[in-house]
T-cell receptor, first 117, second 114 residues
Framework: AQKITQTQPGMFVQEKEAVTLDCTYD???????LFWYKQPSSGEMIFLIY??????QNATEGRYSLNFQKARKSANLVISASQLGDSAMYFC??????????????FGTGTKLQVIP | DTEVTQTPKHLVMGMTNKKSLKCEQH?????MYWYKQKAKKPPELMFV???????INESVPSRFSPECPNSSLLNLHLHALQPEDSALYLC?????????????FGPGTRLTVL
């Protein structure tokens, strides 16, 4: 069974500083995908970044980068130059491979990030 | 257009009511999902439709009844709910066959059962 672990229930970061949100995973699949989502208090899940298990380069999307260490089974999210609007819950998620034409995704428990002015 | 819409945004219902949640996407996605999310918890998968066929039912009580009338539309029919069913209900969609693609989520419906 797949498992995602986020050990930081809450984090604080000063505005304009960088912050790392931790995520470790466990799977026996060779092919899998890792995602990070942001969920503001409004409720919508916003996709941030994706890393495939065979991708050799770490994924980057603007101020977001994913520090993928396959041997350690970790997929940490790095947010550079934090902004007040980054205050939200962040979920790490893993997609298991299947041939059914859909995605079966396992979510971590989330990290609540608060950006301090 | 990468938008999934959900209606209504908020719903309050009694335990004897029948109501429906609606989800729509026009991205050509052929997989659609219902999730339930309690406060401060991750989303929990309820149902998955792939090509308009029910592929996964995560042992959801029968008071929740999903329906996928066409490839763009997903409904969740609610009947005789319990107060513990109060939660945020999220709909999502994804393209089949693209391993790099993500699930796109709607804004959710906040349901309160009195």
């Amino acid at each position: 069974a797949q498992k995602i672990t986020q050990t930081q229930p809450g984090m604080f970061v000063q505005e304009k500083e960088a912050v790392t949100l931790d995520c470790t995973y466990d799977t026996s699949d060779q092919s899998y995908g890792l995602f990070w989502y942001k969920q503001p208090s409004s409720g919508e899940m916003i996709f941030l970044i994706y890393q495939g298990s065979y991708d050799e380069q770490n994924a980057t999307e603007g101020r977001y980068s994913l520090n993928f260490q396959k041997a350690r089974k970790s997929a940490n999210l790095v947010i550079s130059a934090s902004q007040l609007g980054d205050s939200a819950m962040y979920f790490c998620a893993m997609r298991e491979s299947n041939s059914g034409g859909y995605q079966k995704v396992t979510f971590g428990t989330g990290t609540k990030l608060q950006v301090i002015p | 257009d990468t938008e999934v819409t959900q209606t209504p945004k908020h719903l309050v219902m009694g335990m004897t009511n029948k109501k429906s949640l609606k989800c729509e996407q026009h991205m050509g996605h052929r997989a659609m999902y219902w999730y339930k999310q309690k406060a401060k918890k991750p989303p929990e998968l309820m149902f998955v439709y792939s090509y308009e066929k029910l592929s996964i039912n995560e042992s959801v009580p029968s008071r929740f009844s999903p329906e996928c009338p066409n490839s763009s539309l997903l409904n969740l029919h609610l009947h005789a709910l319990q107060p513990e069913d109060s939660a945020l209900y999220l709909c999502a969609s994804s393209r089949p066959g693209l391993v790099t693609d993500t699930q796109y989520f709607g804004p959710g419906t906040r349901l309160t059962v009195l």
